[in-house]
């Protein structure tokens, strides 16, 4: 079989994702598995337009019937696909039951859409001379409310058979981020759109559909979602619009402490704090936007790592996925639900309006963050831009979308309103404690289990750079191999030269970053085994960081990892303790330097996931 080093794929310049395809394999379990059977991908000096040219000659519905014979052939040199490495939109026709892992048991809806073998390529309208403007919730007048309303009631009233109903909408949720599609021409390797890339793409594309949708229904081709505004203070608690117990948008599943005026903490990690006050949470908050928007420099830190056709799925998280994104799944959910339905898993996060609500502020963050300039932009990798989805659009169409479409929201016809951004000047300040790591934060091994706080010494690759060398490589944390179940809620957070939480909370620089992981469900590719651990790995920016702690002249650091797992579902309440582990802290990586160091350790990194898999099982 060919093989095939995609570091020599062509990239465009300023690409800020390494290719790291192999860099994915020292996780644990099935994910061998996933590794060893990867299919290898052709390089071309122009692989889009190869693309395009092998799927141009075939009608769609040609290719999909033909790739559901080709997924099982050993013959990988007939895959019409072998050409491209971008995420292919899935296959409707495949789609298989998410699972409740714990058990086996298939949950009770069918996260399936409606199989429609007429797929049409999206064709963006040319944006209006006048964009439509997503009001933030807290602000919205008596019309828009009434207007939104109604929309959703329609919405409501659609038949079950309706690709465009709510409950059908809630599941288009469910099916691409539970294991219900496959990538498509592979049988072992889930496709799986949080945990990477694109986090944010398949959410834009989701709500836009969503909201023509809502539009067609009260036939308002202006209508828009609103955006819930936690990252201002007064929109930092459920959106009063949510909570009229009469109205279509209401939604009973929600955490019973968590209603307004309570604010909402978005380092939230299963407990409500009794003895924070209001305005320290406020300005904790802030500090901790600064921290996940304005201070992230590299889109892969952003917007999540690259994600590839044939890579086992979740490599990595972006920050904002993190936090607030994922915080706000978990604090909003019923913890009283069996599986912390309906906001807190992602099968049914859907079924809550406040979800889409959520996501227009997510969306917004994403603007904002592009728009704050320097290094932040989106990759030009075009296995970002040409990944693609599937969305039945208001006519009850099925469209083929991708990624690049949709870079640019004004030409998806649509902006924010305009409100004020405090958190662009509240950056987390230093405490600078006197801190000396205890002897035994050096002889930490790793694989291990996080059942206790973990203090580790981690060696510079280079340190005392200049400015100039910093703006272009962005030193990295790495935390590889966190292996969890997929069915909890999972926050650790990562300190710097610091072990004290308290004195260190989010409000201040040592705090680098937080891992945050949101229980679905998920089966293992068509097989739907069950599939009941996620590897991933965690990459924190800390460039500016220890130079504001003043630790850019030391050959190492101490990170302290400080986490709690809690059980956000009566279903789990009475398990074991959960534990998670990770399995290799790294050292600290640039960008560039990144790529070399990978070609160099690859093999053991290898190697020593192989044994840590045989440990844990
Ligand atoms: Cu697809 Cu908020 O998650």
Redesign the pocket.
């Known amino acids: 079989m060919a093989s095939m080093i995609l570091s020599s794929y062509p990239r465009p310049k300023g690409n800020t994702f390494p290719h790291r395809k192999k860099l994915q394999s020292p996780v644990v379990g099935n994910r061998r598995y996933l590794l060893s059977s990867r299919k290898q991908v052709s390089c071309k000096a122009n692989s889009y337009e190869n693309e395009e040219r092998s799927l141009g000659r075939l009608e769609r519905r040609d290719v999909l019937i033909g790739l559901g014979g080709l997924a099982g052939s050993a013959s990988l040199s007939a895959d019409p696909l072998a050409l491209a490495a971008p995420i292919q939109a899935p296959d409707f026709s495949k789609c298989g039951p998410a699972k409740l892992l714990s058990t086996g048991e298939v949950i009770s809806s069918n996260c399936c859409p409606p199989v429609d073998l007429t797929i049409l390529d999206y064709k963006l309208r040319p944006a209006p001379n006048k964009l439509r403007v997503r009001p933030a919730a807290h602000l919205v007048t008596d019309e828009y409310l009434a207007k939104y309303k109604k929309a959703v009631s329609l919405m409501k009233a659609l038949p079950d058979d309706d690709p465009r109903s709510f409950s059908r909408q809630a599941n288009v ?1 469910c099916a ?2 539970n294991g219900a599609f496959d990538q498509v021409g592979y049988t072992d390797l889930v496709l799986q ?2 945990f990477c890339w694109l ?1 944010f793409p ?2 834009r594309w ?1 709500l836009y559909f969503y909201e023509r949708i809502l539009g067609k229904l009260i036939d308002d081709p202006t209508f828009t979602l609103p955006f819930w505004n936690y990252d201002s203070p007064p929109g930092m608690q459920i959106p009063a619009i949510f909570t009229d117990t009469s109205s279509s948008i209401y939604n009973s599943l929600r955490n019973p402490n968590h209603q307004p005026p309570t604010v909402m903490d978005l380092n939230w990690s299963g407990t409500d704090s009794t003895t924070t006050s209001n305005d320290d949470l406020i300005a904790a908050n802030l500090k901790t936007m600064y921290r996940q928007v304005a201070a992230v420099k590299k889109a892969n830190l952003f917007l999540g790592e690259a994600y590839r056709a044939g890579d086992a799925s979740s490599p990595g998280q972006g920050t904002v996925e993190a936090v607030p ?2 915080i ?2 978990a604090w909003t959910g019923e913890p009283n639900q069996p599986n912390g339905e309906d906001m807190g898993n ?1 099968y049914s ?1 859907g079924r809550d309006s406040i ?1 889409y609500c ?2 227009a502020n ?1 969306d917004r963050l994403w603007t904002i963050w592009t728009g704050l300039g320097g290094t932040r932009k989106n990759p030009t990798d075009t296995d970002w831009l040409d990944a693609a989805f599937l969305f039945y659009d208001e006519n009850k169409q099925l469209v083929r979308v991708k990624v690049r479409d949709c870079v640019d929201e004004k030409k998806l016809g649509y902006t924010y309103q305009e409100v004020p951004i405090p958190w662009l000047k509240t950056p987390p300040v230093p405490r600078k404690p006197k801190f000396t790591p205890p002897a035994s934060a050096s002889s930490v091994t790793f694989p291990r289990v996080l059942d206790s706080v973990v203090q580790v010494v981690v060696t510079r690759s280079k340190k005392s750079r200049t400015k100039k060398q910093k703006e272009d490589e962005e030193e990295v944390l790495v935390v590889d191999g966190i292996k969890l179940e997929n069915d909890e809620f999972v926050k650790f957070d990562v300190l710097i030269n610091d072990d004290d939480p308290t004195a260190s909370g989010p409000d201040k620089t040592e705090f680098a970053g937080s891992f945050v992981h ?1 229980p679905h469900m998920e089966s293992d590719g068509k097989k739907k085994k069950k599939k009941d651990s996620l590897g991933t790995i965690l990459r924190i920016g800390i460039s500016d960081l220890l130079d504001e702690v003043g630790a850019d002249d030391d050959d190492s650091v101490a990170v302290t990892h400080l986490f709690s797992i809690t059980h956000l579902s009566s279903r789990l309440k009475h398990r074991q303790p959960a534990r998670f582990s990770v399995l290799w802290v790294d050292r600290f990586f640039s960008d560039t330097v990144y790529i070399f160091r990978f070609k160099n350790v690859i093999s053991s990194w290898e190697n020593s996931s192989l044994q840590v898999s045989k440990h844990l099982l």
Do not use: E
């Open positions: 949720h691409y981020c759109v949080h986090f398949f959410h989701y994104h994922n706000i799944h992602f996060a979800f959520h996501h997510i949101i």
